[in-house]
């Protein structure tokens, strides 16, 4: 996850999911930059590297990281996350995609970006926007930057 200082307030970036059942869904359709990775065959933090290029179309920059843990999301999905400084235009983003039958049991498949755009967000708003497990990741940001008297 990036975060900035943005005057004395930080910021995170995070996306919105992409695909239809997402479209019109705001709070709580919003996540940080993640993906799946084979336990033991792939490092968490290199796959969170790989996973940021891939839903953004940039890698995430260098410097030093802040291990934000895990959480368990409603579905089961683990997700691990670090948080690095760094700043990123919105209009830059540029997601890979994937296919789904749609609309459902149709036949037809159609391509989606998986991120379908980003922001950056205050932490009180992002805990909002995010799916609610996540939000606990701003939380630890936030004690995290506290903890470093930013």
């Known amino acids: 996850m990036l975060y900035r200082i943005s005057g004395s307030r930080p910021e995170v970036f995070v996306g919105h999911m992409g695909g239809p059942f997402w479209a019109r869904k705001d709070e709580g359709a919003w996540s940080?930059?993640?993906?799946e990775y084979e336990e033991g065959a792939e490092d968490p933090y290199a796959a969170a590297l790989r996973e940021f290029e891939e839903?953004?179309?940039r890698p995430p920059p260098d410097g030093p990281i802040i291990d934000l843990g895990e959480v368990?999301?409603?579905g089961g999905?683990?997700?691990?996350a670090w948080a690095v400084e760094g700043d990123f235009d919105p209009a830059e983003l540029k997601s890979n995609t994937y296919k789904v039958q749609w609309p459902p049991r149709s036949g037809q498949w159609r391509t989606f970006p998986e991120v379908d755009r980003a922001e950056w967000f205050d932490l009180d708003t992002a805990r909002r926007k995010l799916?609610?497990?996540?939000?606990?990741?701003?939380?630890?940001?936030?004690?995290?930057?506290?903890?470093?008297?930013r």
């Open 55 to 57: 839903e953004t179309g």
């Open 72 to 74: 368990r999301q409603s």
């Open 32 to 35: 940080v930059f993640k993906g």
């Open 131 to 149: 799916v609610t497990a996540q939000a606990a990741f701003i939380d630890t940001l936030e004690r995290a930057l506290a903890a470093a008297g």
């Open 77 to 80: 999905k683990r997700v691990v």
